[in-house]
């Protein structure tokens, strides 16, 4: 036990005392100086100069010995040297963290090209801060390792595209994505109802406020200036939308078509994506309503009739929860049936 006990003290004392003044853990601990001063500069009410000084001092002392620390211990996994790796990503989090926010996109974006810098450096600038040339085969391996930073750093430039697409028009994600070679839809994942549903229930609202309950003479004629009673909808509809407004509701465009059917009318709602779609031709999502005259006993109050009951009749409106997506174009879609 004693024996484990000292073998352990001193495996620590040589991993805290550095075996010689330029070493690793020199470094590490001047980052720690470092650290400690920039502390006590601000408590002490320091300027912003110094206190950043010292705290970048700290941040620089301290990737250096971390990358120095991993290189001088052969840590390498799977035989892959990550010294300059972790050394990019801890000046990356240096640069990057102090911007608040979602700093760690850009972090990222820029952590490859880091790395390769901190590999670069010491093999193009000697101990004396005068450029060197590296022989053929080191240059051949930066200009490799050079390419293969901009790969990865144009990857992860590319996830955050993405990401930021799926954000601001969510029904990109409700499109089918089985034909793309970067978006894969895990099993079982719930997907997002598109933005036009939203948009083709609050056209449902403002047309069940112009015509349910409604005298049937008076939705006829308001059905006689269709053209006019769609762009009103549309501005309606745009003007609730910009309340919580999307990025994609400009995409979107209502439309509407009643069709006789026998006494009342079979009303279609369009919702039209006009942004990116799976279908060149786009797609569209569809509402059917029913709107139909209904007879309802009423006192009449008409000048010169007999009084009495008399029979009026009122607009009914009822609309299917269902909103089926269509393929094309809904005008061309009716001409064809």
Known sequence: MVALLRQFLESLKDLLLPPRYFAWQTVIYLSLFSWLVSLLARALGATAFTVGLTATLSWICLALGIGWALEANKIRPFG?????????????????????????????????????????????????????????????????????????????????????????YPSLVADSVENSAFVYRLPGQTIALPAGVTHLTVAEELLREEVNNKPWPSVERWLLNLDGQRQAIQRRVQTQMGRDPSLEDSLWRLDLQPLTNGEGYTLKLWAIWSGPAANQNGYYLEKTCQLMPVSRGTLANVEGAPPGYSTTQWASLTCNLETPRQAGHPRQTQRRS
Do not use: H, N
Not at 100 to 106: I, T, V
Not at 149 to 155: A, G, H
């Open 80 to 168: 892959i040297p990550i010294a300059p790796w972790v050394s990019g990503a801890i000046l990356c989090m240096f640069l990057f963290g102090s911007w608040g926010g979602r700093w760690l996109q850009p972090a990222l974006v820029v952590w490859p090209l880091v790395s390769f810098a901190v590999m670069a450096i010491p093999q193009l600038v000697s101990w004396d801060l005068e450029l060197k040339t590296p022989s053929p085969p080191v240059r051949q391996q930066l200009v490799l390792l050079f390419c293969l930073s901009l790969l990865f750093s144009s990857w992860f430039q590319f996830y955050f595209r993405i990401q930021s697409w799926v954000r601001d």
